[in-house]
DNA sequence: CCAGGGTGCGTTAGCGCACACGCAATATAT
DNA sequence: ATATATTGCGTGTGCGCTAACGCACCCTGG
């Protein structure tokens, strides 16, 4: 193990003048700095991060701003695990963490939120954000310290200076679900697809992508329905009545986010007609529940808890380590079926 | 931050009398240990890992005994690949790694490796072990020295007291592929499946679980055949071969191992005939090249980077950081198919 | 009676690094 | 010219913990 003794012995200075060196402190003359930085990569010099840690003894803060945890079917619980995990984990290392949520169907809610952290943002050492409401993200976003990392998971905000994006390839998930749909509904067969609102981003490439693979299959029938979820989660119940109203053969139902169990709620509750096949997303409670009863077929799963722990894991590491952090971590798509959903349950790293 | 310090002064005593406690070194009064213990449990003192660190500034060795990473084509490059991740993520708290390879197919190479660990057992503090040569692994596991603390991944040793087992379910992953064959096939067709030799519990109830799903169905028939890998790969050609030969109506395949790319190539080179669905395991070059190529349906992943990644990490947080691990790691079955496969391939943690 | 050993404690020297401080030597301002 | 910054460097202290060391005190056996 090399350490700054043994710099400063070869580089014939004493050890302030190397820790200068190492931190760009100044009041080092050009030429020792030099010689200071050769002889550091000469020797592949690591610091010691118990040494580190223990002289600064600094305890590191990360603030985490996502939905509240109930909304969406519980679904934002989820990453809540991993990043509940990793605090554990990390805590060891003097991290700590304060959570920021915010109701996502409300502006003003997630305005607040922002206001909170942006009142002292350099108490922060780094950030998690969940950017749902994009365009109202991206204000915040400009806000934010240049000095202070912020890590998006979930969904992703373009042209912005995140440290990484954790998360999924959305359309690519779409393609994938058609994929499934198709071998469970065979050859001839018509479809409907609930679009749901406000806008996303994210669901939109779903539908996308579940459109795309059927793109040349004349056989199968698409119909696109929407429900607006900013007049309540009504709207699902209804969209899912005018679907099997409207459509007596339907085969199959593709919905693009964690609201797949309300559409098997209603589903299931008008028994007795032929099996719909139901295709959703993500592994809250009431989905798990309308899979066990075979009411849904495949969920995707974009491993939640996963996000968020690695969204904590790179700051720490980003932060702490000072090491590289890849520019995003793509995760893959899951399928999850009656079969292997007990192993997806709160499964985390 | 509570120190031993803290303890120290509200114990009057002092700090070397904490530690004697901590560290059960005795010398210590009956009382006076009564009394350190109650106010460290006050306080819920936790050692700063990054003191401790620097004080003992001690470097760790963990020792992996794994088949070499070209066998199974290349089957166990994959936990390798998180072997040397979590290699890279923990050099700076001084973990180090040491490889011991065998050849699964001799039972010498194997009984080599072991001696090698076995000759300076105590230069480990921890070890990784993959115990596919189930009967002899015990021998040597029973020669470990009982304060080197050791897990096993990939396949299990029942009645042994590993420090954690990491994998998967091996029979649900069975009746998981039955379940994607069923959709697959269809009400009405015949299946065969390879049973692979030498003899293998995970293999073995890959394919019990299989069976099992269609038990009660009447439609399926299924016809086991066997391929013995002791005379060679060549063993999987020869029985695949009689496979089509016996079955000309055969609808679906089921390889429960890695080498289901074997599979692949043979059926793949008898081209023109009704379309074989072909259902295996692990994301090898080979089968990722088969699937893509859609010569093989689905293929079950049991995430070998993150089993390798999660051993060494199970290690690090038992042996450096003293914390509790649990008894079993259970991955999830991941299914993986053409549209997901990409996201899959060398992921890790 | 005392040598030898065990018991119960306090003291101390690092581990490698960060950072404040101090002290010359030079540069700039008054 | 003197007063005041600025540059370039070395020194020293402390972060919390580990483990060796040392010193009384007691017990035991010859």
């Known amino acids: ?50 040494a580190r840690g223990l002289a600064l003894s600094k305890t590191y803060l990360f603030g985490i701003l996502m939905p509240e945890p109930t909304q969406d079917g519980c679904f934002w619980q989820l990453p809540e695990v991993g990043i509940r995990k990793a605090q554990n984990e990390l805590k060891v290392y003097n991290i700590e963490i304060k959570h920021f949520f915010y109701d996502k169907y409300s502006i003003h809610s997630f305005q607040q939120a922002c206001a909170s952290i942006l009142a002292h943002p350099e108490t922060f050492d780094g950030l998690l954000i969940a950017p749902v409401l994009s365009r109202f993200a991206e204000d915040f976003i400009k806000n934010i310290p240049h000095n202070i990392p912020y890590v998006f998971f979930d969904s992703y905000l373009p042209n912005v200076d995140c440290l990484t994006f954790i998360g999924q390839k959305s359309f690519q998930s779409g393609v994938l679900s058609g994929k499934l749909m198709s071998i469970l509904v065979g050859r001839d067969a ?109 969920l995707i799963s974009q491993r939640p808890e996963i996000q968020g722990y690695r969204g904590i894991h790179a700051l720490y590491r980003h932060v702490v380590l000072k090491e590289a952090i890849p520019r995003e971590m793509i995760l893959p798509i899951d399928i999850v079926t009656r079969e292997n959903i007990d192993y997806y349950i709160n499964e985390i790293v």
């Open 190 to 298: 018509t479809i409907a697809v609930i679009r749901i609102l406000p806008e996303d981003y994210h669901l939109e490439d779903r539908v996308g992508g579940f459109q795309s693979f059927f793109s040349q299959d004349p056989g199968i029938r698409i119909r696109v329905y929407e429900a607006d979820l900013m007049k309540g989660q009504e709207a699902i119940h209804a969209v899912t009545r005018r679907i099997l109203e409207e459509n007596g053969d339907l085969g199959g139902l593709f919905v693009p986010s964690a609201c797949t169990g309300n559409v098997a709620e209603f589903i299931h509750s008008r028994n007795g007609q032929s099996p719909i096949r139901l295709i959703g997303y993500d592994l809250t409670d009431e989905n798990i529940r309308f899979m066990k009863e075979g009411v849904i077929d495949f």
């Open 1 to 50: 193990m090399t350490t700054i003794y043994e710099i400063a012995k070869r580089a014939k200075v004493s050890i302030g003048t190397v820790d200068r060196v190492l931190h760009k402190r100044g009041r080092v003359s050009k030429e020792t700095e030099e010689k200071v930085r050769q002889i550091i990569l000469e020797l592949n010099y690591k610091p010691s991060v118990y």
